[in-house]
């Protein structure tokens, strides 16, 4: 388990924490977002040593990480892929920590098995491509068959062989019973291997839950339906004190006196607080034609950008032709790099 209460860090007039707290469980996968510049990264490196926090506390499994002894055999922890000396191999380097902690040699070999690095073990780790780093960045945070993991966008760099590898190891190695702390601005990756979320923001704590009610929230409930009778079963469903509207906020079909009540080809329609049994039922009972129904849901990615709206501190602009409408003009956009 790992337990950050209270955090503060100040560099310069930069306040990178702010009174930070979360909790990440043993036996799940707790994703940690937040936009560029947030303080993920700042959380932890404090909470691995690296650097002093001005107040608070940052602890695994209940102790401070400068008070473990062998550390790697309680918290293993991916950074920065990089930081490994150029010269030494794969091997070298994994023996060197396998040494310094008091880890068998049999440990090396099967980390290198399972970030399947064996057949380029003896080469030189600056010679690395960023996939083969992370691999060995992962390998090293195995070595010590930790308890807690620790993983700073150890995404980064992998083909989607190695994501699909990463997510199925990491997904059971929480079920395992470990803690995985993991970061990464890949939100559709986030989805699909998380369990658990922290969410923050310039330093604080915007919301800690599950990637499920994050993006149920986000949702606020309700039913997408196309329907070629879009006029008609609109009257029907605000009748029955349903809020109905279009994807896009345009007008629903037959709102505007004189306009089309429907299209053959179906009209797309959302409504709020109702479910697709309700909605099915009365379409049936109404004898509406229904094309499609579905529960109304959005991406952990739009999920995200709501919660964070207000948060980013880093924001790009960009004017795009790609997207033209002959002859058009596109206007400028705000664009959100992260
Ligand atoms: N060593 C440092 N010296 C000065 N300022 C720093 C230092 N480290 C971080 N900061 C500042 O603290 C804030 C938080 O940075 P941090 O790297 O923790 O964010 P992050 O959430 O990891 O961002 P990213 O997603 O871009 O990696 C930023 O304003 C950053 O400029």
């Not at 690395?128 to 700073?152: E, H, K, N, T, W």
């Not at 839950?209 to 029907?236: H, M, Q």
């Not at 697709?276 to 950008?305: F, K, N, P």
């Amino acid at each position: 388990m790992i337990e950050i209460d209270g955090l503060v860090k100040q560099y310069g007039p930069a306040r990178a924490l702010d009174g930070l707290s979360f909790t990440a469980k043993a036996g799940t996968v707790t994703g940690f977002l937040g936009p560029n510049g947030a303080g993920k990264s700042t959380a932890l490196r404090i909470l691995l040593g690296l650097d002093r926090a001005d107040a608070g506390h940052a602890t695994v499994g209940g102790r401070r990480y400068a008070d473990l002894r062998a550390p790697l055999h309680l918290v293993g922890s991916l950074l920065d892929a990089k930081a490994v000396a150029p010269r030494m191999s794969a091997h070298s380097h994994l023996l060197a920590l396998a040494r310094s902690n008091g880890i068998s040699i049999r440990r090396v070999t099967h980390v290198l098995e399972t970030c399947g690095l064996q057949q380029v073990s003896r080469r030189s780790a600056g010679d690395f491509s960023l996939g083969m780093s992370q691999r060995l960045g992962l390998a090293a945070a195995l070595l010590g068959d930790p308890a807690v993991l620790i993983l700073d966008e150890p995404v980064n760099g992998l083909d989607p062989d190695g994501i699909i590898w990463l997510r199925g190891l990491l997904r059971a190695l929480a079920a395992e019973g470990r803690t995985v702390l993991l970061s990464s601005h890949l939100m559709s990756e986030m989805a699909q291997t998380a369990h658990d979320l922290v969410v923050i923001g310039q330093g604080r704590l915007l919301a800690q839950t599950t990637v499920a009610d994050i993006v149920s929230r986000a949702a606020g409930g309700g039913v997408r339906l196309r329907t070629p009778d879009a006029g008609a079963f609109a009257d029907v469903l605000r009748g029955r004190g349903f809020t109905v509207g279009t994807p896009d906020g345009s007008g629903v079909p037959g709102d505007d006196p004189g306009s089309p009540t429907g299209h053959p080809g179906g009209v797309t329609l959302h409504v709020r607080a109702g479910t697709t049994d309700e909605i099915g039922r009365l379409a049936a009972e109404q004898r509406i034609t229904v094309l499609e129904l579905s529960s109304l849901e959005v991406s952990l990615e739009e999920a995200y950008l709501q919660l964070t709206r207000d948060q980013v501190q880093y924001r790009g602009r960009f004017t795009s032709d790609i997207e033209a409408p002959a002859g058009g003009r596109v206007p400028e956009t705000d664009g959100v790099l992260s």
